[in-house]
C-alpha cells in the first residue's frame, strides 16, 4: 500500500493555457473523489468515480474542467483555459466501495499568473 | 442545505494544555463524522471518524471525539496537547447515498505554543 499519489505536487501556469494532473488511488480502491482547496476553506467536492464511471459532478465542475478514469484505475483532472480563480490545491482520494473515510493524496497545488 | 460549521478559525494553546475544537453539523436522519488533520502543504490525513455505535471515538494519539445528536455536534478534543499537534483539522460531515461524498468545514488551526 502505497498511498494516493498526485503528480505534480506544484504547478505553474500562464492565464488561459491548458494543464492536466494526475492521481493514482491505493490499487484496491474502486472509489475516487476529486475535490478542491483553496486558501483558508475547507475541501469542496468536484467529482466521484465508480470504476471507471463518473457517476457525479458538483457545479463546480465548469465546462473548463473534465475528470477521466479510464480502465478504473488512475485518473486525470484537465482544465482548458486557466483563470487566476483557478487556483487552489487539487486533492484526490479513494477508498473501497461500502467503506467511510477516504485517504487523501498529497495534493496538487496549482498557481495561475 | 447540508453544512458543517467550524467556529473557530484558529484555537491558540499552550503545550500541555487541554483543547476542544467544536464541529456543528445540519441535522439528518444519519451521518457518518470525521476529523482530518492537514499538516502544511500536504494531503488530509484521517485522525478518527463517527460511524455507529459508542458515540466517544479516539484516535491514536490521543484526541477524542464525542457525536451529540441532539445538539448535532462533534468536537474535538485532546486532554493535554503538544507542540507537534500544530496544524489545521477539519471536521467532515457524509450522509451517506450513493457517492458518499464529505462535506467539510472551513478549518481550526490548532496553534500550540511552548
Known amino acids: 500500500d502505497t498511498g494516493v499519489s498526485q503528480d505534480p505536487r506544484h504547478k505553474i501556469t500562464k492565464r488561459g493555457q491548458n494543464v492536466t494532473f494526475r492521481c493514482d488511488p491505493i490499487s484496491e480502491h474502486n472509489r475516487l473523489y476529486w475535490y478542491r482547496q483553496t486558501l483558508g476553506q475547507g475541501p469542496e467536492f468536484l467529482t466521484y468515480?465508480?470504476?471507471?464511471?463518473?457517476?457525479?459532478k458538483s457545479r463546480l465542475l465548469s465546462d473548463r474542467f473534465s475528470a477521466e478514469r479510464p480502465k478504473g484505475s488512475f485518473s486525470t483532472l484537465e482544465i482548458q483555459r486557466t483563470e487566476q480563480g483557478d487556483s487552489a490545491m487539487y486533492l484526490c482520494a479513494s477508498s473501497f466501495q461500502g467503506y467511510y473515510g477516504y485517504t487523501f493524496g498529497s495534493g496538487t497545488r496549482l498557481t495561475v499568473v | 442545505a447540508q453544512s458543517v460549521t467550524q467556529l473557530d478559525s484558529q484555537v491558540p494553546v499552550f503545550e500541555e494544555a487541554p483543547v476542544e475544537l467544536r464541529c456543528n453539523y445540519s441535522s439528518s436522519v444519519s451521518v457518518y463524522l470525521f476529523w482530518y488533520v492537514q499538516y502544511p502543504n500536504q494531503g488530509l490525513q484521517l485522525l478518527l471518524k463517527y460511524l455507529s455505535g459508542s458515540t466517544l471515538v479516539e484516535s491514536i494519539n490521543g484526541f477524542e471525539a464525542e457525536f451529540n445528536k441532539s445538539q448535532t455536534s462533534f468536537h474535538l478534543r485532546k486532554p493535554s496537547v503538544h507542540i507537534s499537534d500544530t496544524a489545521e483539522y477539519f471536521c467532515a460531515v457524509s450522509y451517506g447515498g450513493a457517492t458518499n461524498k464529505l462535506i467539510f468545514g472551513t478549518g481550526t488551526l490548532l496553534a500550540v505554543q511552548p
Open positions: 468515480f465508480q470504476n471507471e464511471a463518473q457517476l457525479e
